[in-house]
């Protein structure tokens, strides 16, 4: 009689619950009813060609308030580096002629810019991309005629300003007026080299064991980026008939309809808390 007693009061207060639970989401449904209702689309037919860019050290209207769009563009395919070539507003009060006239001279015929500065000021600088690990899947939304498209991006990354051509004008600076130093140098790590290639002869076992660990060492990579050839890109601005024509193959057009493998009642036991929790739990054994 205890056992029916309880059974009956686990029931009501299930029955209860589910009540209490059917209220309170009828009460939400008034308070943000469901006013329209989209048709979902996915598409992955532009995934492996699309690129996010983030500007984490700039606003995202800065290009267009300024009108800094990119004049150049080139990419390393298999390395998946960019660069753009941003100008700079010459005229500005904060911009230092003086430097800018310094480095000007100094890049000229230097071939690290895309398109080496004409006059006397320094006017572009690059900005070039480096990965980031993704925490988040992003997708590029498309709303057209009461349709909802999503196309999943894949790759993503951030561009900063690049400072190297300091380095480089400072290296030029230092092989004009150090011409003799520099040969000398050379001849030196010339020296160096025949003794490393000695050593390698001698130490064949240790060598190659170097040598494999150099494949994998982030000093391999940097130095395979480094020797990819650069391919020049064409770049088109949002309101161009180009970008338009890539952003119609945003929309998806074989329409058909999926057809489910499961039944309702079956999907809801897949994806139901009990079902979820059993799984979850050891499996013990009983003896």
């Known amino acids: ?8 009061d686990m029931k009501q207060a299930s029955l209860d619950a589910n009540i209490s639970q059917k209220t309170f989401d009828q009460e939400n ?3 943000d009813p469901i006013v329209a209702r989209y048709p979902l689309f996915i598409s992955e037919k532009l995934t492996k ?23 150049a563009a080139r990419v390393k395919p298999n390395s998946g580096i960019v660069e753009l070539e941003i100008p700079i507003n010459t005229s500005h009060s904060m911009y ?7 480095f000007a001279a100094g890049m000229q015929n230097s071939g690290e810019t895309l398109n080496i500065p004409q006059g006397k000021l320094f006017d572009a600088q ?7 690990t993704q925490t988040a899947n992003y997708m590029i939304a ?13 790759k993503v990354s951030q561009l900063r300003y690049n400072l190297d051509y300091i380095d480089k004008i400072n290296d030029k600076i230092r092989a004009n007026t150090k011409k003799t130093a520099g040969e000398q140098e050379d001849l030196q790590a010339t020296e160096k080299t025949k003794a490393k290639t ?46 338009n024509a890539v952003f119609t193959q945003l929309v998806y057009t074989q329409k058909e309809k999926l057809v489910a493998s499961t039944t309702p009642s079956q999907y809801i036991e897949i994806i139901s808390p009990q079902k979820y929790q059993e799984e979850r739990q050891p499996q013990t054994s009983r003896f």
């Not at 230092?96 to 310094?102: D, F, P, R, V």
């Open 49 to 71: 060609y699309l690129h996010l860019f983030q500007y984490p050290m700039k606003a995202p209207e800065w290009m267009e308030q300024q009108d800094q769009q990119p004049t």
């Open 96 to 102: 230092s002629k003086e430097k800018g006239a310094k």
């Open 29 to 31: 449904e008034l308070e």
């Open 142 to 154: 498309t709303f057209i005629d009461g349709e909802l498209h999503l196309t999943p991006i894949k």
């Open 1 to 8: 009689m205890d056992i029916d007693s309880t059974d009956t």
């Open 126 to 132: 690059t900005w070039t991309s480096s990965p980031i």
């Open 198 to 243: 000695l050593q390698v002869k001698v130490r064949s076992s240790q060598a190659e064991e170097v040598l494999r660990k150099q494949e994998n060492s982030i000093s391999r990579i940097r130095q395979k980026i480094s020797e990819e050839p650069w391919t020049n890109l064409e770049y088109y601005d949002h309101e161009t008939d180009e970008s």
